[in-house]
């Protein structure tokens, strides 16, 4: 992404409707104007007014009757020259006037990346930046609604994070720079008085962890024996959401993943096509990856033959999968009528597709009763980094405390909070200080 | 009227100028030190000690830079002191009492021993220049040629003495103030502002009752602050003792506060929070009972006494009667009494990084003008302006330290940049990597310095390697020593309490070497990550800015950022973003800037 590149991009839904509005941002946006619009010599000497001419091909012949208005620099949205074209809504139209624009060097704007000059061009703040990216980054219009409300969460706490660090740091430091005027404490004291860190710290990572689960999506295993339909189930599931579904042959002693957007919720789905041989050895190998594999999963799918019914081999791998949380599923419903199962199992057929509606809403309110209860909180990227690198910087604190070794430990909270103070452009290290002359009387 | 010609000039005798001369005098330069008694060089005008957490990291720094602030530190230290000593190696501070008059002499005897130095007694009244320095008017008429002047002020530049409602014009207890030179410095359009600090009364040594007052000794075998300090201690060891002001104190200081010039408004100037008055103190803490008193000894042969923490402006006689309300100094008689002073000095931020002005070449500032507070804080600026003259002088670029291989560095890259809004003065929290820069490893650090502009002498040069050569030797034996659970060295880093049983089988006697090895056990694991840490942040920030960067001409800078830019000049991506006020938005513009420039 140069920020240098002159860019365009359609600021209207893609799709048809009646006007679409193209916007163009940068140096060369003179330069183009000048060739594809006959008034824009006019268009050029006015701000912020719309101005009616046609819109030209480059041989010059009109492909349009349009509205264009030019934002001189850096009074536009992002701060540079901008001219936004108000075509009709034809494909061609916007067709021509792209191809247009690009002969000039001119490229396609990436996602995001008007608002992304905006910031650097200092028209809007790093805040409202970042909110504006999750916004145009939240899938569904639930969520981007959401981001804003949760934005605020998640500034607020990790403020009341480095408020808390701040506050450790200013006794901490006036007794390592002040010993004759600050009462000195035992190693215990600077231990007890870092501990409440932990359960804000905690709660941030938790905040972190299932941000990144919305982001990545929730993985649901698929485990059982061989030949309990688990490759069956597999593609049924994604034959129902998608219209192409191509397993790779041969690959069915690897792990198969596919990731599918249910009810707003990004699911993967895990096949462990083959986790059971019937050579001991490969056997042995085939469950250990299995379990590995469900381990990491948010949800295991424990699939067993319906018709055989529940075997004591079933109680065996359950046992594995101990603190999971799992759904237990009967297949081939369709080869057997009536059978004693065990509580709680939903019977499916993947040949007849019998019970699979139900199982998929069952995923779905188990997955969602695992997300925090009210807001959604979305971290982004530069946010998850900030909430790891301080989680780390804290603990490195926490052992360097238990080993007595206290400037260590006030070495670690400081980088911590220079992690926050990175994020959000503060400088802390004043406030300690304030914080310090103002509850110390330091001079001798 | 005298004509003279110097490399150098240097305006001022306190601890600022005295280190830049010495400095410049070694380095083979003529220098002329411009002072207005010469007896007076080197003069501590408020506590009899050096160094401390922080300061006392400084003055080791400037021993391994090759300055003199250590060596007469040892020479006239009557108790030495390692503050924090159960804390981290990190943050242990050194400090001494000193013979006050003792230190003077020293720094005289020092100074005098170059021939190519000379001391010229005089007040400094105007600076020749234009764009560049052409020389110093003194007030008898003497002009000194020269284009390279340092102004080491410190507290004389249109000095204002309180006691009480009476103001005197002075820079210190008994001399005058520099009034032309200030006006001399806003004719060449420097701005000047004002800063505060203060002293307290000194007493008689046999008014006071000691039989009630709690005594503090210095450290057994204490460790001296220079490396070559041979022999060591020189001068008898004393001790200090420790009293509190009383509930009565409180009573009489709050009842003369309507003579107090601080509250008064008489004094404008700001002074530093982490140096107060006892009026300060005791408006801004009312509800402490009490506040340490420290019975400081003036010298061996003195008969005063320096009680420090009583710093005040009071009329003379709040000072005589609140002094008596202090347990053991009921009979104590005044000698001197205590007074503010507040002088001019200039915003550091309109210095370069090598200290000396924008916009003129060769006008350098140092010391307490441009907004520090400590003899140590000023040492360490005396002797960074006189290397950035060295090196000018040899056509060499200038001198700057990282601010993770120095405490020097840190201050004056924080003083450059931030500028000041009190005095400033140096603590181990101000640097990002103070486990790389504890005490013992100034030497690692910077002696190479000292040694490409040949202000180490060879005896010396030969006594460190040596030294470092024993040290790796005890590092090695530690390591190969077998005890319980693998060798020594791990067996230490372990447990602290070990020391003592270790130094049975090794006997190491001297205290600056054994200190040096238990640091550096303890140390080793983190001083590796931080070092690590440093290398990388600063390889990414320290990308150089162009020099001929016009910051009106990038697109997209606010007027105010483009103002700010090119106040502070940064000289790095790093230097940029600590400039306050500074935006991210602005940061990544110039990032991009650079990128550009890579890229034609």
Avoid at chain 1, 15 to 21: D, Y
Avoid at chain 1, 213 to 221: C, L, N, R, T
């Amino acid at each position: 992404m140069d920020i240098l590149d002159t860019i365009y991009g359609e600021m209207t839904f893609p799709g048809r409707s009646a006007l679409r509005v193209v916007r163009v941002s940068g140096e060369l946006t003179k330069k183009a104007v000048e060739k594809i619009f006959d008034r824009h010599s006019s268009l050029m000497k006015t701000h912020k007014t719309a101005v009616r001419g046609k819109l030209l091909d480059l041989k010059g012949n009109t492909i349009d009757d349009i509205v264009a208005i030019f934002f001189k620099k850096p009074n536009s949205y992002t701060g540079e020259d901008v001219v936004e074209f108000h075509c009709h809504g034809a494909e061609t139209v916007l067709k021509i006037l792209s191809s247009s624009l690009e002969s000039f060097g001119i490229r396609k704007a990436k996602n995001g990346e008007f608002s992304f000059r905006a910031f650097i061009n200092g028209k809007i703040s790093l805040k409202e930046a970042r909110r504006l990216k999750k916004v145009m980054e939240a899938q569904t219009l639930k969520e981007s609604s959401a981001v804003y409300a949760s934005q605020e969460i998640i500034e607020r706490e990790l403020k009341s994070l480095s408020e808390t660090i701040i506050e450790i740091l200013a006794r901490w430091e006036a007794r390592i720079d002040f010993p004759e005027e600050v009462p000195q404490e035992d190693i215990n004291k600077w231990i007890e008085e870092l501990s409440p860190l932990q359960k804000q710290i905690d709660h941030l990572l938790k905040i972190s962890e299932r941000s990144r689960q919305v982001k990545e999506g929730f993985k649901v295993a698929i485990f059982g024996a061989p030949n309990s339909g688990k490759s069956s189930l597999f593609n049924n599931l994604l034959g129902r959401e998608r219209a192409i579904v191509t397993p790779h042959p041969g690959t069915t002693r690897d792990i198969l993943e596919e990731k599918l957007e249910i009810d707003g919720l990004p699911v993967i789905f895990l096949d462990m096509a083959g986790a059971r041989k019937k050579s001991q050895k490969i056997e042995k190998a085939g469950i250990e990856k299995a379990i590995k594999v469900a381990e990491g999963a948010h949800l295991v799918l424990f699939l067993f033959d319906g018709k055989k019914g529940w075997r004591k081999s079933d109680d065996e791998a359950l046992s594995f999968l101990k603190g999971k949380k799992i759904i237990k599923v009967a297949t081939k419903k369709d080869l057997y009528k009536k059978k004693s199962l065990p509580e709680n199992v939903v019977e499916i057929s993947n040949l007849s597709g019998f019970g699979i509606e139900k199982l998929i809403k069952m995923v779905i309110s188990s997955l969602k009763a695992s997300l925090p209860k009210g807001e959604l909180l979305i971290l982004d990227e530069r946010e998850m980094m900030t909430v790891q690198k301080t989680a780390r910087f804290v603990k490195d604190a926490f052992i360097s405390i238990k080993q007595r070794d206290e400037v260590s430990a006030s070495d670690f909270l400081k980088r911590a909070l220079f992690e926050i103070d990175e994020l959000f452009k503060t400088e802390s290290l004043e406030i300690i200080y304030d914080s310090i002359f103002k509850d110390f009387c330091i001079g001798k | 009227m005298r004509r003279l010609n110097f490399d150098a000039v240097v305006i001022g005798g306190g601890h600022s100028g005295v280190e830049a001369s010495y400095i410049l005098a070694k380095a083979g330069f003529s220098v002329a030190l411009v002072t207005q008694r010469k007896d007076f060089i080197g003069r501590m005008s408020c506590n009899p000690s050096v160094g401390g957490v922080g300061k006392g990291h400084l003055v080791r720094e400037i021993d391994a830079l090759g300055g003199l602030m250590a060596k007469i530190a040892d020479k006239s230290g009557i108790q030495f002191r390692i503050l924090n000593s159960s804390k981290g190696a990190a943050v242990q501070g050194l400090r001494c009492q000193s013979d006050r008059n003792r230190y003077s002499q020293e720094a005289i005897y020092a100074l005098c021993a170059f021939k190519n130095l000379e001391i010229l007694e005089g007040e400094a009244v105007s600076i020749e220049s234009s764009s560049s320095v052409r020389g110093v008017w003194l007030e008898d008429g003497t002009f000194i040629k020269t284009k390279n002047c340092i102004i080491a002020a410190g507290t004389f530049l249109r000095g204002k003495l309180f006691t009480g409602m009476s103001v005197k014009d002075g820079g210190r207890v008994g001399e005058p103030p520099s009034k032309q030179l200030s006006l001399s410095l806003e004719k060449l359009r420097i701005s000047l502002s004002r800063l505060k600090t203060g002293t307290p009364a000194r007493l008689k040594k046999d008014s006071i009752n000691y039989e009630i007052l709690e005594k503090q000794e210095g450290d057994r075998t204490p460790e001296p602050f220079s490396l070559y300090s041979k022999p060591f201690p020189l001068l008898p060891q004393t001790c200090c003792y420790v009293t509190y002001t009383t509930e009565k104190t409180k009573q009489v200081v709050n009842k003369f506060l309507d003579k107090s010039p601080l509250f008064q408004g008489l004094i404008k100037g700001i002074g530093p929070r982490y140096c107060p008055s006892l009026e300060d103190k005791i408006v801004k803490f009312p509800h402490h009972e009490r506040h340490q008193v420290f019975i400081e000894p003036d010298g061996v042969d003195s008969d005063l006494v320096y009680p420090n923490g009583i710093s005040t402006s009071l009329p003379v006689e709040a000072q005589d009667e609140f002094i008596r309300t202090i347990p053991g100094l009921e009979e104590a008689k005044v000698e001197v009494y205590g007074y503010a002073v507040e002088y001019d000095f200039i915003q550091p931020t309109n210095l370069n990084f090598d200290l000396s002005l924008k916009g003129i070449d060769g006008l350098y500032f140092a010391g307490q003008v441009i907004g520090t507070t400590g003899y140590e804080e000023a040492a360490g600026l005396g002797l960074y302006s006189a290397y950035n003259i060295i090196k000018k002088l040899k056509g060499k670029a200038p001198f700057r330290l990282q601010r993770s291989e120095s405490y020097l560095g840190v201050m004056v890259e924080d003083l450059v940049l931030k500028g000041v809004l009190e005095p400033y003065r140096l603590f181990t929290s101000r640097a990002e990597y103070r486990m790389l820069l504890d005490r013992h490893t100034a030497y690692r650090r910077l002696s190479k310095y000292a040694e490409e502009e040949n202000l180490i002498p060879e005896e010396e040069k030969i006594f460190r390697e040596e030294w470092e050569n024993s040290f790796r030797k005890w590092v090695g034996a530690l390591k190969k020593h077998k005890t319980k659970g693998g060798n020594c060295f791990e067996a230490v880093k372990r447990e602290s309490s070990l020391e003592n049983s270790l130094l049975n089988d090794f006997p190491i006697e001297n205290p600056f070497m054994k200190n040096y090895l238990f640091s550096e056990i303890r140390n080793e694991g983190y001083r590796k990550r931080f070092a690590e840490e440093a290398r990388k942040i600063e390889a990414a920030l320290y990308v150089k800015l162009p020099k001929d960067l016009d910051y009106q001409k990038i697109a997209g800078l606010s007027r105010e950022m483009v103002e700010r830019l090119s106040a502070a000049k940064p000289e790095t991506l790093l230097s940029a973003s600590r400039i306050p006020g500074v935006t991210p938005a602005a940061l990544s513009l110039l990032r991009i800037e650079i990128e550009k420039r890579r890229k034609k």
